[in-house]
């Protein structure tokens, strides 16, 4: 059988963010499925900078390019129109990196050092990090000039690639779901410390994250 799936691209607030991080969407891993991309924010002055056109050019064609070829060549449907598998091999180098990164993750996993807001996120990783590789060792075969290169033949420089941008998306949760949670932790000590003193509503709020 055919099965479908939508990836979702888009933008969202900080604070409207911080809305997610119930303790339900942690539970149920929600948030933990998220590829999040925080970088620092930065206003830049006014200028008059434009991007080339045969650049935005040179992607659409390159795009459309790579999808016909997938679409011609490496997608094959049987008989009854269902669309085959192709199974990926991993060569002898690249499993032994696999092998690493996993354990690697695994150690994490098991840290009393890890926060462990973020461990519910970290087994994530562990399904992400073959489909990175993947899909730049698809791109990286399209893009090479030698013919003995196949997408289904995951080398050991697409697992290392996976690797670098997983720990990017890894780095990006921190900074974006711990600090949402310690907002969340203060905001709840604040509203239980309701009628008490002022004095008394700060000691809670600075138990609740002595760091700040």
């Known amino acids: 059988r055919r099965v479908l799936f939508r990836s979702v691209l888009g ?4 604070s409207i963010f911080d809305q997610f991080n119930t303790d339900e969407n942690k539970e149920n891993g929600f948030t933990d499925r998220m590829l999040i991309s925080f970088p620092d924010l930065y206003v830049d ?3 008059e900078n434009e991007i080339d056109v045969n650049i ?3 992607y659409d064609n390159y795009i459309q390019k790579f999808f016909d070829l997938v679409k011609r060549e490496w997608v094959q449907f049987s008989n009854e129109d269902d669309i085959k598998s192709i199974i990926c091999i991993l060569t002898p180098n690249a ?3 696999w092998i690493r990164i996993f354990n690697n ?11 462990e807001y973020m461990k519910s996120m970290l087994p994530k990783q562990k399904s992400y990090i073959p489909r990175f590789a993947m899909l730049l060792n ?8 030698n013919k003995d290169c196949y997408m289904a033949t995951i080398t050991p420089e697409s697992m290392l690639r996976a690797e ?6 890894i780095n990006m949760s921190k900074k974006v779901k711990i600090e949402s949670q310690d907002k ?8 239980s410390d309701q009628g008490k003193s002022k004095f008394d509503s700060f000691k809670a709020l600075y138990k609740s994250n002595e760091k700040i």
């Open 95 to 97: 499993k032994k990196e």
């Open 11 to 14: 933008g969202i607030q900080p």
């Open 56 to 58: 935005t050019y040179w």
């Open 138 to 145: 698809a791109l990286w075969a399209y893009d090479s000039d």
């Open 105 to 115: 993750i695994s150690e994490m996993q098991n840290s009393d050092l890890e926060n």
């Open 184 to 191: 969340s932790d203060m905001r709840k000590a604040i509203k």
């Open 45 to 47: 002055v006014y200028n």
């Open 164 to 169: 670098k941008l997983s720990n990017y998306f």
